[in-house]
Each structure stands twice: as C-alpha cells, then as structure tokens.
C-alpha cells in the first residue's frame, strides 16, 4: 500500500491548505484513513481519522479541520483552516485495512499499519 501525501507548505497564520493523501488502487470503502503530524522532539499527535462512520477529530483540529474523503478518486484529504502556528508539523497520512476505528485506535500510532511520507506545513508570517 502507498500513500502519497502532497500540498503541505508555508502558509501565513489564519490562512487555509488542503493535504491530499492518494492511495491508488485502493478501495477506501475497506480502509479507514488518518491524519497525524509530528513537530521535532514530540511524538506524533494524530489529528483526524474517517472510517465508515463519522469522523474524528483531535481537540487542537475540531472546528477548523475536516477530513473529506473521494471514493473514486482513493484520496482523502485534510482540509486546514484558521491555521496557527502550533498547526506547524509535518503531517503524515495512515490507512489500516478495516471498516471503522475507534477514537483510541484513531489516535494511537501503532494502530497504523501504513503510512506516507511527511509533508511539512509551516504556519509563520
């Protein structure tokens, strides 16, 4: 499985990105996806996961990010609002072969059994 994560880069404090994470191949119908970011010397924080059900999000992400997620397109994607600059991190995208997750699942790395290459997004004006 290989995700390829794009769209990270400077941004200006309020300002919006979109990440996209494809995964080609795959039907997401049978995947469920994340979000995570991790800034030097902290461990990864995840940010966002989707399953069958609705999505999570982390308290830093709630009301300001959404994971909207295109079926025929196996891409799903972290659309960032109101951007500050604790949002700067590089930002990783998961999947794990299953149908729904949990919010402790959600926000445990190990869960993941595939993840993408970072992309770093830096928030500073």
């Known amino acids: 499985v290989q995700l390829q994560a794009s769209g990270g880069g400077l941004v200006q404090p309020g300002g919006s990105l979109r990440l996209s994470c494809a995964v080609p191949?795959?039907?997401?119908?049978?995947?469920?996806m994340g979000w995570f970011r991790q800034v030097p010397g902290k461990e990864r924080e995840g940010i966002s996961c989707?399953?069958?059900?609705?999505?999570l999000y982390a308290e830093s992400a709630k009301g300001r990010f959404t994971i909207p997620r295109d079926n025929e397109k196996s891409t799903v994607y972290l659309q960032m609002n109101s951007l500050k600059p604790d949002d700067t991190a590089v930002y990783y995208c998961?999947?794990?072969?299953?149908?729904?997750?949990?919010?402790?699942?959600?926000?445990?790395?190990?869960?993941?059994?595939?993840w993408g290459k970072g992309t770093q997004v830096t928030v500073s004006s």
């Open positions: 989707i399953g069958k059900g609705s999505p």
């Open positions: 998961v999947t794990r072969n299953a149908r729904r997750v949990g919010a402790r699942m959600c926000w445990t790395p190990a869960y993941w059994d595939y």
């Open positions: 191949g795959l039907n997401l119908d049978y995947y469920v």
